[in-house]
């Protein structure tokens, strides 16, 4: 069965620096997600992609973050300069098209920034 | 803005035992709903969604769920908890066009 895969699995980086995020999404899918899990918290909605283009992002999502599909198969999340709060498990997800169609979603990227 | 609200942090039941989670949806239309489960470790796993049509859904793993207009309730039942059903799930309500909103969460632990 196809599925979404990320990497790395965990990542750990200092303060201040660059982290980019992997995903491959599932290959017919046209929508791509990123949704981040603080420690202890809720899941939350980051950003949509769609057409090479975000569709829709959160408030959380801010100039420090971007999204990219570099190739036909990748799509990543850029954070520019990491901050102690951006600690989180990171979830890359697709779907075929938009949220009338589920959204499959990676084992997540756990980000520790110190 | 839509949202859903699981009331139970955490819920301890008996193997063998029946298991219902609970989750209020605050939606003005006729919401797209979903149950994800997440393993220890593990990403998201859709159990069921509900779009519309049968109010009662069935999905993966021997999970149901049955949507309430009424209640905006879409709660998560299963007959007979197995031990791998410890995890930790997730409601959540299609809030645009593109993005989900989850809830809380609810922590499972089966006991022997």
């Known amino acids: 069965e196809p599925e979404v895969t990320q990497t790395p699995s965990h990542q750990v980086t200092q303060m201040g620096q660059e982290v980019i995020l992997r995903c491959v999404p599932i290959s017919n899918h046209l929508y791509f997600y990123w949704y981040r899990q603080i420690l202890g918290q809720k899941v939350e909605f980051l950003v949509s992609f769609y057409n090479n283009e975000i569709s829709e992002k959160s408030e959380i999502f801010d100039d420090q973050f971007s999204v990219e599909r570099p190739d036909g198969s990748n799509f990543t999340l850029k954070i520019r300069s990491t901050k102690l709060e951006d600690s989180a498990m990171y979830f890359c997800a697709s779907s075929v098209t938009s949220t009338l169609h589920e959204q499959y979603f990676g084992p997540g990227t756990r980000l520790t920034v110190t | 803005a839509q949202s859903v609200t699981q009331p139970d942090i955490h819920i301890t039941v008996s193997e063998g035992a029946s298991l219902e989670l609970r989750c209020n949806y605050s939606y003005g239309a006729t919401p797209y709903l979903f149950w994800y489960v997440q393993s220890p470790g593990q990403g998201l796993q859709l159990l069921l969604k509900?779009?519309?049509?049968?109010?009662l859904v069935q999905g993966i793993k021997g999970f149901e769920a049955e949507f309430k207009r009424s209640q905006s309730s879409f709660n998560l039942r299963k007959p007979s908890v197995h031990w791998s059903d410890a995890a930790e799930y997730f409601c959540a309500v299609g809030a645009s066009d593109y993005k989900l909103s989850f809830g809380a969460g609810t922590t499972v632990t089966v006991r022997a």
């Open positions: 509900y779009f519309s049509g049968d109010t």
